[in-house]
């Protein structure tokens, strides 16, 4: 069945270094979504990705949709504090009626100053 | 004014009893689900609702019962809680079923300990 893989599921990183979160899905995906969650709050859109190789930016935030629409990244320059969170991917599947999101397990990002 | 509204947003019940948790959305939304997320943070979808009409419905627990009155309201109720029931239920919506390219607003959350 339908699955999406993120990893890392931990980061850690220092204030002002790089961050990078990967998805991968088994099957093609029609579209993949980005998603935030900042601690104690719930998730927040971010993005949509649809075409193959599609590369979109938000400030300091790059997302990726890979040539095949099997995997995604979202890389985020020079973290701040403001980007603590989880960071999901969110995948629909090409083949599926429902049209069903799947959302990958998440990447917990801590930004220490 | 919020998009989609879940009460209560805290919960603290003992086991074996049976509990509500109520959903709206004003955003005319056609579509309306119910996720759990656990201390891991993973999100897993339990049941989502188009048009009042159940179209997806995960494998959970029969205790777990969703009710949609009209489209925009979803509620969830849950009998016999147990300790494993413990976790945050986040209700949510988008305009038509996802797949065609729709955002999912996400509720505040309703956070639920079982003791």
């Known amino acids: 069945g339908q699955q999406v893989m993120q990893i890392p599921q931990y980061q850690h990183v220092q204030e002002g270094e790089d961050f990078t979160t990967y998805c991968n899905s088994s099957?093609?995906?029609?579209?993949i979504q980005w998603y935030k969650q900042r601690p104690g709050g719930h998730p927040v859109f971010l993005i949509q990705?649809?075409?193959?190789?599609e590369v979109k930016k938000q400030k300091r935030l790059t997302f990726q949709f890979g040539e095949a629409k099997k995997n995604s990244s979202l890389h985020i320059t020079a973290t701040q504090t403001t980007d603590v969170g989880t960071y999901f991917c969110a995948g629909a599947d090409r083949g599926s009626t429902l049209g069903r999101l799947y959302f990958g397990r998440g990447t917990q990002l801590t930004v220490w100053p | 004014d919020t998009a989609v509204s879940q009460t209560p947003k805290y919960l603290v019940t003992q086991m074996g009893n049976d509990k509500s948790i109520k959903c709206e959305q004003n955003?005319?939304?056609?579509?309306m689900y119910w996720y759990k997320q656990d201390s891991k943070k993973f999100l897993k979808i339990m049941f989502s609702y188009n048009n009042k009409e159940l179209i997806i419905n995960e494998t959970v627990p029969n205790r777990f019962s969703p009710k949609s009155p009209d489209k925009a309201h979803l509620n969830l109720h849950i009998n016999s809680l147990e300790l494993g029931d413990s976790a945050v239920y986040f209700c949510?919506?988008?305009?038509?079923?996802?797949?065609?390219?729709?955002?999912?607003?996400f509720g505040e959350g309703s956070w639920l300990t079982v003791v």
């Open positions: 949510a919506s988008s305009q038509r079923v996802t797949g065609q390219g729709n955002t999912i607003y």
């Open positions: 099957t093609t995906l029609s579209n």
């Open positions: 955003l005319g939304h056609d579509t």
């Open positions: 990705l649809v075409k193959s190789g």
